[in-house]
């Protein structure tokens, strides 16, 4: 059997037909029954397929055209019904029921040599009639009017070829015929009638396809070798329930009696077995392959076009899938996969999507603190295994702006602005003795009341969650440095970004002074509710003005003058620059000294002027104040002056009174050791006259000198006690 493929145009869709050559002999009806067993008919001859159909003949072929299958219109229409619409007869043929010819005396029958003709398009057949008389109305041969057709001549060109005139009987066809190639004719002395033998009309005749193409009837119970023609199944294969281990197979139905199916795998499983039916299951597959599936339909053991089909089955899933890193804008993932993968899709909440080769990736230019759902699936060829996913959220940014209002004593007020992406809340932690690297664990603790994860949470008690982008801390210790810290929270506050950390501090207080002032240094020290870094302590007084720092709480201001009024000012510093506390002032002053040996001038008798020399302790300030007391204890005299001056004059003073003088440095409450003299106003003298009596019961005992000074010193002694504090002199005159 040789079998040939040929387009046939059908309207406007393509079919392939296919022609099978037999070479068994059979009848005609034998030969269609067979045709139409196991293929579609005997096969039809057009223009289209001419070529290929009489194309290396051995031999001669029953087609499917037959004169009885038409009824009353014989050769119009092929076993299959189509019509005939190109013919190929074989000069002559198809053969009419009646057929005469004649010649004119001076004719004789010619000497035909005929090649196949080409191809013609035919409505319908032939059938004779009645041709219209020509020159002297002769009746004219069919068969050669036919001939005279095929080499696109007519009876006058033959009647100038021969030299002869030419009387036929005509047959109208009704077909278009195209020229067959040249006939050659010649002419010979031969006169009469026409002893050319016609063929023999066959009353129900099949058609025989010739070796050289042309047609020619043939008594249908011959047994001659056969053409079939087949349209090429075309069908369709669908593949559903596809698994790493087995999928579903469905196809179109073959045409005709198709005693079973085929099916082959190949590529991935070489399989092959045999199905009644219209589906199958193909199991033993192997993840990630793929597979090319042929369904034959089997028609007579024939092998029909198969039906095709390649597909995929799904890679395995991957698995270990997770996330290894996350940043603002950065989540990396890796996962684990084995068996066949050509690569891995990642999806990123069904947004976009991206390839890699390694079983790991890097999702960039992510949103900070937002919410990603990552899908993995392996790929082999467009086919994806079942979905591993896992969903992690981005680090929120850093809190912008973060801010600390450092003027109140015992409150911190915390404000910043909302970050770059999402956010949820706000984690905000003000710590006193430590910076922010462990502030971001604090999320677990916040909140928590008596659970096991807060075993380590007491660094947290600092620490709140809020979802205002301000906090307020309150009872805080004045003059403290405290590390402020604010981190953005993503997924319901469980997540923290990077803490942004600054430094936030209290107000410190002011100080409570004390001063303990000495003539030549004060003692300030103070004493302080809060911290501090240093403290500022200045003085001022006199001509002196310095300023020192100290962290101490005490300071000596050396290098003094007594008696001068210093102010003192303490401020407390933070480790702030710009922050310290209100001002503390406290003035004193030095202690006084003693002045320098007081003198005194004696003027009269009422006047004494007092000079004194300035204490060495103050050299060199002016402004100092002494007081200069006098008194005069005979008469109870008491008072005192005080005079910027180091000398002052007393008036209005008793003559002959001796006066004490005491000169001190008086400094605010405060009075030096005073610097004392004393001295006599000039005596108003008065002599006053004093006799002494004596009796004694020893003769002369008075008047002898011991007796007499005995006597003269207790007077004396006398005096002193009672007038010690005015001018007297005693002296004894003797009045022999």
Known sequence: MRILWLPLLLGSVWAEEQHFQHFDNLTWDEARQHCQV????????????????????????????????????PWSSWSNGDPVAFQNWYPGHPVPKEETCSLTPTSTPANVSASTPTTVSASTPMHSTTAPQMNNT?????????????????????????????????????????????VNITSNSTQGTCNTKAPEYIEDACVA?????????????????????????????????????????????????????????????????????LVTELGGLTAGTQY?????????????????ISFYTPPFSVYNLTVTKVTTRVIELSWSHTGNCTFFLIRVSDETSKQENAQKSKIENLQPGKKYNFTVTAVVNDTESEPNSTAAYTKPSRVLNLTSEDTDFKVINASWTKPDGECSGYLVCLNEDSGCINCSECIHCVGCINCSECASCSECANCSITAEKHKEFTDKTPGKKYFLCAAALTDSNKIAGEMTQIEAYTRPNSVELSLIPFSHYINAHWTLD????DFNVSIIGGNYNKSYITNSTNYNFTELRAAVYYTITVVTLSEKPDLRSDPVNQSVFTKPTSPGPATTIVHNKSAITVTWEVPIESMGFSDITYEVTFESPYWNHRDSINVKQNHVTFTNLSSGVNYNFNVSVVAGDLKSYPSCVSNQTEPDKKIVSFMMMCSSSVPLHCNNFPTRNQTLDKLINHFKSNLSSV??????????
């Not at 991935?268 to 039916?277: A, E, I, L, R």
């Not at 001018?727 to 022999?736: A, G, R, T």
């Open 209 to 277: 396809l010739l070796r050289n193409g042309m047609w020619k009837e043939k008594q249908c119970y011959e047994r001659l070798p056969f053409i079939c023609y087949d349209e090429r199944f075309f069908g369709e294969i669908h593949v559903s329930n596809v698994t790493d281990k087995k999928a579903n197979l469905s196809w179109s139905e073959g045409p005709g009696n198709i005693s079973h199916y085929r099916v082959e795998v190949t590529e991935g499983t070489n399989q092959t077995f045999n199905v009644t039916g």
């Open 138 to 182: 002769v009746d004219r041969c069919s068969l050669l009017t036919e001939m005279l057709s095929c080499l696109n001549m007519t009876y006058s060109d033959l009647r100038n070829v021969t030299g002869t005139t030419v009387t036929t009987m005509t047959t109208t066809p009704h077909a278009l015929y195209t020229s067959p190639s040249p």
């Open 727 to 736: 001018y007297w002199k005693l002296k004894m005159i003797n009045s022999n």
């Open 530 to 533: 809060g911290g501090y870094k």
């Open 292 to 308: 090319n599936v042929q369904v034959f339909p089997v028609k007579c053991d024939r092998d029909l076009n198969p039906q095709n």
């Open 38 to 73: 196991c293929y579609k008919e005997l096969t039809t001859i057009a223009s289209w397929n001419v070529r290929g159909v009489v194309h290396n003949l051995t031999s001669d072929y029953w087609v499917g055209l037959r004169r009885s299958l038409n009824g009353t219109s």
